[in-house]
């Protein structure tokens, strides 16, 4: 079973500690999906990243789906990728961004390469709203083949403003993942994740090295990145080496 290897593997590289971190489940596709989703998600295991610029109805959508996951007690992460409609860092995806935080947002996501001005005035909305803040980077070159210093562009996200600094970058070998969770020695609050297949165990890992959370899909179909475990695949992994959520989750709700 995939669940079993990822775990044994995680075993072997000597890795396993607290397990605290939560799952992260990626939701799009529509608003009645999303509260959907939000109904069956446990609060104390899982939180959800809200992918606004994949619902079909986003712009009708943002009020009521933050609001529903603040009711049910669930940690959110509030994400604005470019919109099809008005692409680019637009005023209408800042304008969305900090519709998600006055609607409850525990977090939002600000990409590190975002125009100062863009990321300053949805930092400072954060702030209003007491939303903390993750700057991230996405890579799709391979990590083994790109010039990128990622450990750099991890102080980079922290000089931009993060409380969470995010990296998700393609992997294509266990050399590849492994220089992904050696940015894990960096003891602050850091999600560095591998994508694709040799990226997978980096997604499991990431919760052993110290991980706030680590991303999963709410199945195959809905996948947003590439090698994303799904919800039941990383929870059915995790539970393998005794992981518990529980600790995460008090610390999430303490610092929101």
């Not at 959508?61 to 604005?80: N, P, R």
């Amino acid at each position: 079973m995939l669940h079993t290897s990822l775990a044994l593997n995680i075993v072997s590289l000597g890795i396993t500690g607290e397990m605290s971190g939560l799952v992260c489940v990626s939701l799009g596709t529509s608003s009645s999906h999303v509260l959907n989703a939000l109904a069956q998600l446990d609060p104390a295991l899982e939180m959800a990243e809200i992918r606004v610029d994949l619902l079909s109805d986003y712009d009708d959508a943002v009020e009521k789906v933050f609001t529903k996951a603040k009711e049910l007690g669930i940690a959110t992460i509030a994400t604005v990728r470019d919109i099809k409609a008005d692409p680019g860092f637009s005023q209408t995806r800042l304008q969305l961004l900090k519709r998600c935080m006055k609607a409850g947002s525990t977090f939002v996501d600000i990409e590190v390469e975002s125009p100062e001005e863009y990321r300053k005035s949805a930092i400072e909305s954060a702030k209003e709203h007491k939303v903390r803040v993750i700057i991230s980077h996405h890579e799709y070159a391979v990590a083994e083949k790109s010039s990128e210093n990622l450990p750099a562009v991890i102080e980079e996200c922290f000089s931009k403003g993060a409380d969470v600094a995010k990296l998700a970058v393609a992997v294509c070998s266990a050399q590849g993942a492994a220089r992904v969770l050696a940015l894990y020695n960096d003891k602050r609050s850091i999600v560095a994740l591998g994508m694709g297949e040799s990226g997978k165990v980096t997604r499991v890992a990431s919760i052993s090295l110290g991980a706030p959370f680590s991303f999963a899909a709410w199945d195959a179909a809905s996948a947003t990145a590439p090698g994303q475990l799904t919800r039941e695949q990383m929870k059915s992994a995790l539970s393998l080496l005794g992981w518990s959520g529980d600790s995460s989750r008090k610390r999430i709700k303490s610092d929101s």
